[in-house]
Structure formats: C-alpha cells, structure tokens
C-alpha cells in the first residue's frame, strides 16, 4: 500500500518541531520531525521517549546547533500517544456517511503557560503544520488548503498558553480497487 507525505508539526508536546512523513489511506503513519533540543544532553532521553511497542523508531541524529531529527513508524497514528513524548497527544479518525474520513488531532500542552520571548526566539516564533492526506480536502480547521494537504502555522507564544490545540482535516478517502491489492 502506497503512502503519501504527512506534515504534522504540533504532534510533539515540544515546541519548535517540525513533523513530516505519510499518512495511508488505513491510518499508518511514517513520521520525521525536527526540533531544536536546549542542550545535546536531552538528545538520548527524547529519542528513548518517541518509541513504544507501537511506536517504531527508524532513524535519530542531531547537529552540532542541537537540531534533532527523529523518523518513526506506526501502523496506527492513533496509538502514537503511546511513546512517553507524544503521550498529551490525541489522534481519532471519524468515518462519515458521504465517504469522508476526518483526522483530528488533540495536543495537549500539560504546562499551559506562555514562554519566554527568548525561548521563543531560540525555538522559532512560529509552528508550521503541512499535512497530506491520501484523499482531497474536504474542510479543515487549517489556515490554507490545496489538493489533499491543509496548512496551519500555529505561534509557538500562543499555543503555550492553551491547555490544547485541535487540529482536524477531513478529507474524500480513496476509492477501494474492486480488484484488491496487486
């Protein structure tokens, strides 16, 4: 089964990431994101707390400015919250009668309080989310839709200060092939 990009910054309770990666049509997902760690010390501890037993991790480096990238898979997005980093993070899928499928996203910020403009300044001021669906948009709570991927830039000063954040998208889901796989 084929797999088509997924950007999804705001999955991680962490500020400053950025998540990109696929989305199949049955709700697996492949993600890689990248944030900036505060000191090369957390690198171990994060990549320990982005895997579970349903939460694979496949690569993990960072560079000497403490940018961190992480890729991991699962077959079901919806289990993501079970590794220790994404465990404020909520995804659910809603099936409607007229055949689409709506993705929404819960993030939860445990800590609800604004940041320091120096931490936002180190962290980046602002969160852009990029996500491919495997069908066309629909409707989304996102600020751009284009084909199948909705855009949001969330403000990192912002989202600190909310206990969460909800992300949805829905979107037409691929005809099954009457023939099945090939």
């Known amino acids: 089964m ?20 696929s989305l199949d049509p049955a709700g697996g997902a492949r993600l890689t994101f990248k ?25 993990a480096a960072m560079t000497p ?8 898979e699962c077959s079901d997005i919806r289990k993501l919250s079970t590794a220790p ?7 659910a899928f809603t099936d409607d009668p007229d055949g689409t499928r709506t993705v929404t996203a819960t993030l939860g910020n445990a800590v609800s309080e604004p ?3 120096a931490f ?31 855009n949001w830039r969330i403000p990192i000063a912002d989202a600190s200060s909310h206990p969460e ?5 829905s979107f037409r889901q691929p005809a099954a092939d009457p023939d099945g796989p090939r």
Not at 65 to 72: I, L, P
Not at 127 to 149: C, E, F, K, M, Y
Request: aromatic fraction near 6%; hydrophobic fraction near 45%; charged fraction near 15%.
């Open 115 to 117: 940041m320091s403009p």
């Open 85 to 91: 980093v994404f465990a404020t993070t909520a995804i």
């Open 120 to 150: 936002v300044r180190y962290e980046g001021s602002d969160v852009d989310i990029s996500i491919q669906l495997p069908g066309d948009v629909t409707r989304s709570t996102a600020a751009s839709t284009a084909g199948r991927t909705v």
């Open 2 to 21: 084929g797999r088509t990009p997924v950007h999804i910054v705001a999955l991680l309770p962490l500020a400053g990431c950025l998540v990109t990666g």
């Open 65 to 72: 400015a403490k940018w961190a990238t992480f890729e991991v």
């Open 35 to 59: 944030l900036r760690l505060v000191s090369v010390a957390h690198f171990e501890s994060v990549r320990a707390g982005v895997q579970s037993p349903d939460v694979t991790l496949r690569s």
């Open 165 to 169: 954040t909800v992300l949805s998208a």
